[in-house]
């Protein structure tokens, strides 16, 4: 009789590398790990990795991939990831080793006054291959300020290091008329016509000089320099967009802008305005972090802030067969969930956004089962309430070591196996480690495969890491990121659209042309 354990078609896969914690896992293909930092890393610390480390990766993984791939993934990540650092980060490697590929994605890439100063710094600082920004990166950012709007470039006055002064003084633009010199001019520091810049321009020139001059419709944080009364923060909140308003509700609150019974009903119908929460592309979890910070506002406004978050979670899908749902609470989910960053790190923890994630997917699919787990599976009873009370009470249990295979064991000893079981973590296990062979997990999984073939396992990863506690396999699908792309590679995942590599196959279906 042949050696079952070497020839049974249930063999486990082997693990093949080390986590953070040094318990064995499976490494991510160069693909697949390039697109995980992409969605889900911010260059700065987080629990296991420094911002060094997560920039050397991924320029080390820069090399590993096609050009046409990494191209991909920068649009991808900012298109549907929503991401900032990262996107930037690709194109200044793109600069540096593949300018035509550069070319092709910049303007959808690089496509606000954030963007194009995290570009220009990033290449001037030296960290990709060069200091200087070379020749067709300049007519890059040449034609990326000759061809905006003025609107456009007011916007992106906000900031520094570098200023978008400095990127102007650094690429010298063609002004196509008096009136665009005169507005790289000012823009620059330089004396000019005043007549020919644009009128929120002139407007902003005239409220300097008399504060009692009409409030000129800018960035309000170019208008926060002056001495501001009342009268002019209840005109900025009036005029705020709904991201501004979302950010700055405490603020407005100190300025007294809610003593006015009117803004209050102005604003409360802004943030709950489906086809404007949709415009401003929001992370749901950021309209948690502003329920959570708005504690003083008045009631309307909180309330208007639960409603957006329903909004912005409905589109979560509804998955064909049961669900259950692990969602990791463990000590090392308390990180901000962008990392730690001086002077501007986030409130909002991955336990939260984990929380948030589970709450929308509850939600949507009646009758799924919610297993939050540290160390072993925690006792939860459903909180009353919407997916923010729901979040808030899941990440209430936030503690302990991480076991990811505790769910799937709990699971097991039940004698269920849903079709799909979603599993919400950083992915860093350690409590059920073994000396070597397959992972905990990976065998449980198998467990759960025996009783239900059809199963799907999809891990989401919170955080910049490359490794797995489950093999790359056809019933497995480990993604990262916290912005709706996530929900859609699932519901495309659960459809039975995509097999192995689903998340890559659908990277590399961006278009470029």
């Not at 997560?54 to 920068?74: H, M, W």
């Not at 073994?434 to 891990?459: D, E, F, H, M, V």
């Not at 955080?463 to 929900?487: E, H, I």
Request: hydrophobic share 45%; charged share 20%; net charge positive.
């Amino acid at each position: 009789m042949a050696n079952r354990s070497l020839f049974s078609s249930q063999r486990a896969a082997q693990s093949n590398v080390l986590n953070a914690e040094g318990a064995i896992a499976y490494a991510m293909s160069a693909k697949q790990s390039l697109a995980q930092l992409a969605m889900t890393g911010c260059l700065n610390q987080t629990y296991y990795a420094s911002a060094e480390l997560q920039l050397d990766q991924v320029l080390k993984l820069c090399f590993e991939v096609p050009g046409e791939y990494l191209a991909k993934t920068a649009v991808y990540a900012r298109e549907r990831g929503r991401m900032k650092d990262m996107p930037a980060l690709l194109c200044a490697w793109l600069a540096s080793f593949d300018s035509d590929r550069l070319e092709q994605v910049f303007a959808r890439v690089i496509d606000d006054g954030l963007m194009l100063r995290n570009f220009v710094q990033m290449l001037r600082s030296g960290t990709v291959a060069r200091k200087s920004l070379g020749s067709r990166p300049k007519r890059l950012v040449q034609q990326w300020l000759e061809r905006s709007s003025d609107e456009r470039l007011i916007r992106a006055m906000v900031g520094q290091q570098p200023s978008l002064a400095d990127v102007i003084r650094m690429v010298h633009p063609r002004a196509a008329s008096m009136e665009r010199s005169a507005l790289y001019g000012y823009l620059i520091g330089k004396p000019v016509d005043h007549s020919l810049l644009p009128s929120e321009l002139i407007a902003f020139e005239r409220f300097k000089l008399d504060s009692r001059a009409p409030l000129p419709k800018l960035p309000f944080q170019l208008l926060t320099a002056q001495p501001l009364g009342r009268e002019h923060w209840v005109q900025i909140a009036r005029n705020a967009s709904w991201t501004q308003t979302r950010m700055n509700l405490n603020t407005f609150m100190r300025h007294g802008v809610f003593e006015e019974r009117t803004m209050i009903k102005l604003v409360a119908k802004r943030l709950a305005d489906e086809r404007a929460i949709r415009k401003a592309r929001a992370f749901p979890y950021q309209l948690l972090t502003a329920y959570q910070a708005a504690q003083a506002v008045p009631q309307p406004i909180r309330e208007a802030l639960r409603e957006a978050t329903e909004i912005a979670v409905s589109n979560v899908p509804s998955l064909t067969g049961s669900v259950a749902v692990a969602i990791d609470v463990s000590g090392s989910m308390g990180s901000p969930v962008t990392g730690y960053r001086q002077g501007a790190t986030s409130a909002t923890r991955c336990v939260d956004v984990a929380g948030l994630m589970a709450a929308a997917i509850l939600a949507r699919n009646k009758g799924a089962m919610v297993l939050p787990f540290n160390d072993r599976v925690r006792p939860w009873n459903r909180a009353r309430g919407g997916v923010l009370e729901i979040a808030q009470s899941l990440a209430s249990l936030l503690g302990g070591g991480t076991c990811i295979s505790a769910p799937l064991e709990q699971i097991n000893r039940m004698g269920m196996a849903p079709d799909n079981l979603i599993i919400l973590s950083d992915n860093q296990s350690w409590i059920d480690n073994r000396q070597s062979g397959a992972t905990a997990t990976q065998l449980q999984w198998q467990r759960i495969k025996q009783r239900n073939p059809s199963a799907k396992l999809i891990c989401v990863d919170l955080q910049p890491y490359t490794n797995s506690q489950v093999a790359r396999q056809q019933d497995v699908l480990n993604v990262g990121g916290f912005a709706d792309a996530v929900f859609e590679v699932i519901a495309e995942f659960s459809a039975d659209r995509y097999n192995t590599d689903h998340w890559v196959r659908q990277i590399e279906a961006v278009d470029l042309t």
